[in-house]
């Protein structure tokens, strides 16, 4: 190859060499097509040991990120021409090179991926966000997709559920996308389907770098979603056995989630989040007894005295006071219905954007209703 256009050849290998530097995380493999008259001969790299392995010609080296275009480029000059993919999640970058000329161009991934014929009346007829076709990989070892690439009969709701979660929090995710990467912490994990499918909708769709963290106590849970991870090859997420109360971060938390943690679990997550200074917490309550255990107030006992109403308004006395105490510590917050009370009665989603420092107005509310309602919330205990 002329050394002109190796020249040039080596100025994009430099930048894809300090991308590959920034997005190792996101990097799934290298592929390289050097051409001599009519013989081609392959290549590839994968990630190894934080460094990349090499094989060529039968030879595997294990090279440092920094020697990459070295090496590239002393294979290149021994041929007439190269062609070199670099793939990362949601991105494909393709360097060829000749005697002629020096092109890059760069391919969206969501764009290739075939498109399943499904019944979209079948699954609600929505504009998904997380789409059968690109989203495949992810839906179908989540357990969304058969192998066939159908949705399945079972799992509809399902899909519902998640894809409607990317909705409701879609404008606070690119918000957020002006932080250079987006830590994310999903408390009682669980299987982790949120985590997954907001790490693709933010890496694929919204090409944002970010970092996942589920905490679970179940280990066998945990270890299933390591291995999910690893099929999927999401190696920007990790998963630990821990109790909520006991993490400790060792990183800037920027969004904390949980979905359905029962009773004071919720109130684990959040407190966390607060103590975090998460400037995003959104999660979805699951059973409330603490305060169905606690609350008095005499005007209503003509009405309280029937059970069912007592429990039901101790699901709202729970997430008001929930509510008011995070605007206290300087969140905004809203309350909105997550998914229909068809199909649960569990249905709300509570979301808080932080603000400010605090609001003492809110404070104040916050203690007046505790001493009236004559209740001690756990979320209260967890903050300090």
Not at 115 to 143: F, H, M, S
Not at 268 to 285: D, F, H, Y
Request: aromatic share 8%; with cysteine.
């Amino acid at each position: 190859m002329k050394k002109q256009n190796l020249m040039k050849l080596k100025l994009f290998l430099t930048g894809l060499e300090e991308r590959l530097k920034e997005n190792y995380l996101l990097f799934n493999k290298i592929e390289f097509t050097c051409t001599s008259g009519l013989k081609k001969f392959k290549g590839k790299g994968a990630p190894k040991e934080e460094g990349i392995s090499l094989n060529f010609n039968g030879v595997t080296n294990q090279l440092k990120i920094e020697t990459l275009t070295e090496e590239l480029c002393s294979i290149a000059e021994q041929y007439d021409e190269v062609e070199i993919k670099y793939y990362e999640r949601g991105t494909t970058i393709i360097i060829e090179a000749d005697n002629k000329n020096v092109k890059i161009k760069y391919e969206d991934q969501q764009t290739k991926e075939p498109v399943e014929n499904i019944n979209t009346a079948q699954i609600g007829n929505r504009d998904y966000l997380v789409k059968v076709g690109p989203a495949n990989r992810l839906l179908k070892e989540i357990g969304i997709l058969s192998k066939e690439g159908k949705v399945k009969n079972d799992m509809i709701r399902k899909y519902n559920q998640i894809d409607h979660f990317v909705e409701l929090i879609e404008d606070l995710l690119k918000e957020l996308g002006d932080l250079d990467e987006i830590n994310v912490l999903d408390c009682g994990c669980g299987k982790s389907y949120l985590s997954f499918v907001l790490n693709y909708y933010l890496t694929e769709v919204l090409k944002k770098k970010c970092h996942f963290i589920g905490l679970d106590y179940s280990e066998s849970v945990i270890d299933s979603s390591k291995k999910m991870a690893d099929n999927l090859k999401y190696r920007n997420m990790s998963f630990f056995k821990e109790d909520i109360k006991n993490y400790i971060p060792d990183r800037d938390i920027h969004l904390v989630i949980s979905l359905h943690a029962c009773d004071t679990a919720t109130d684990m997550a959040l407190a966390l989040g607060v103590r975090c200074n998460a400037k995003a917490i959104v999660s979805v309550p699951c059973c409330q007894k603490e305060i169905l255990n606690q609350y008095e107030y005499e005007p209503l006992q003509p009405i309280l005295k029937h059970g069912i109403l007592k429990a039901r308004m101790a699901d709202v006395l729970t997430d008001g006071l929930r509510a008011l105490l995070l605007e206290a510590k300087g969140y905004k917050v809203s309350i909105v219905e997550y998914i229909s009370p068809l199909e649960t009665p569990k249905n709300l989603l509570l979301r808080a954007e932080k603000t400010s420092y605090g609001n003492k107005q809110a404070m104040e509310q916050y203690q007046a209703l505790k001493k009236a309602l004559k209740v001690n919330p756990t979320f209260e205990k967890l903050i300090y």
